[in-house]
């Protein structure tokens, strides 16, 4: 690849950040020529400070290098840091073939930490998986990064905590002092599925509290599919959609699942169980994130926070002029399908002890 395409695939991929990248355009006139005078143009105009215009910008900048140029391989074109479960196809469980066909191993920090390079462009990644070994990432690595591996054995740390979910808009966390709020970010997920068992094993439903509770149950879903389909996570702040109505949609429609689920159930201490849950762990991860998007939003949140709550939505929605649309590419992406698979599983659970009962 020309230095061009190197530079501008860098920003793409969150390698180099905007105000350096809009100086190095102005910076090169010759860009005319390689972009053509109308998509030039339009670069020249774009934002460079407000995060949905850079993020706007990356996204156009990738699609016309991928039609217009021809990368010396796809690992140049990933993005920084990249989840290989979105890259392979999703029916490939194994990725291990995968990377040790167009990687080389350098250096293994453990089991679960290495330093990996591209065979064709020679990229350099560090390759991590998460806690509990459902999706590998690779983060690009500066070259000062990769000599002080080799030569001082230090390694990243910004996948020590890895978290497979993604609503968990502060991780990977870069802190090593972890907080309250982190510890119960790393439990969630296994405190998740123990509740879970505890109200599978429990549970005493009837096709009355399935009748009820399963629309509702159904309405949680839906609520987030539609804030998944408007979620652009730490690219730009989300306002449209369910968003302008409340901060944390995904939640909300977790805990509407979740209230179906345990009518669904029909027993009542499950429902104290459930809130109990909610509260000890979801709203101090509320707050958490809130003070993470203040971080990576400070210009935007601030308004923002002051006129949509925190979690219970208000009746009309926040008048931002924001009128993105539904993007199923996004609720895709996400694969918040999963979500609705797993209440069809829970149901038919119940449905079954129902009848064997």
């Known amino acids: 690849m020309t230095e061009i395409e190197t530079t501008i695939w860098k920003f793409t991929r969150n390698d180099l950040p905007a105000v350096e990248f809009e100086q190095w355009v102005y910076a090169h006139p010759e860009l005319e020529k390689f972009w053509g005078n109308e998509f030039y143009l339009s670069v020249i105009a774009s934002g460079f400070v407000q995060e949905r215009d850079v993020y706007e910008l990356r996204e156009s900048l990738r699609g016309w290098m991928k039609t217009q140029t021809r990368p010396s391989c796809e690992c140049v074109t990933w993005e920084s840091p990249a989840k290989l479960y979105d890259i392979i196809e999703e029916s490939t469980l194994d990725k291990q073939p995968y990377l040790t066909t167009y990687f080389d191993f350098i250096k293994q920090q453990d089991e679960r930490h290495q330093l990996i390079a591209c065979r064709k462009c020679q990229q350099t990644w560090y390759l991590g998986s998460d806690r509990y070994e459902l999706y590998y990432y690779l983060l690009r690595l500066s070259t000062e990064q990769i000599e002080s591996i080799l030569k001082e054995e230090r390694w990243p740390t910004d996948f020590d905590d890895l978290a497979a979910d993604y609503d968990d808009y502060f991780l990977p966390m870069k802190d090593e002092n972890k907080s309250y709020q982190s510890i119960l970010q790393r439990l969630r997920v296994p405190l998740g599925f123990i509740t879970a068992i505890l109200f599978l094993i429990f549970s005493k439903p009837s096709w009355q509290t399935l009748a009820i509770g399963a629309p509702i149950a159904l309405c949680g879903v839906a609520m987030r599919a539609w804030a998944a389909g408007h979620l652009r996570k730490n690219a730009e702040l989300a306002v449209s959609g369910p968003y302008a109505y409340t901060r944390n949609p995904l939640y909300f429609g977790s805990f509407i699942l979740a209230v179906g689920v345990v009518i669904c159930g029909g027993s009542w201490w499950l429902a104290v169980l459930l809130l109990g849950f909610f509260l000890a762990v979801y709203l101090p991860v509320m707050q958490a ?45 996400y694969r918040e399908y999963r979500a609705l698979i797993g209440l069809m599983v829970v149901v038919g659970i119940l449905a079954v002890k129902i009848v064997l009962r």
């Open 289 to 333: 994130e809130a003070a993470h998007m203040h971080e990576l939003f400070p210009a935007d949140f601030a308004e923002y926070e002051q006129n949509v709550p925190l979690f219970l939505p208000r009746l009309t929605a926040w008048q931002t002029g924001a009128a993105a649309r539904f993007d199923q590419s996004l609720y895709l992406k």
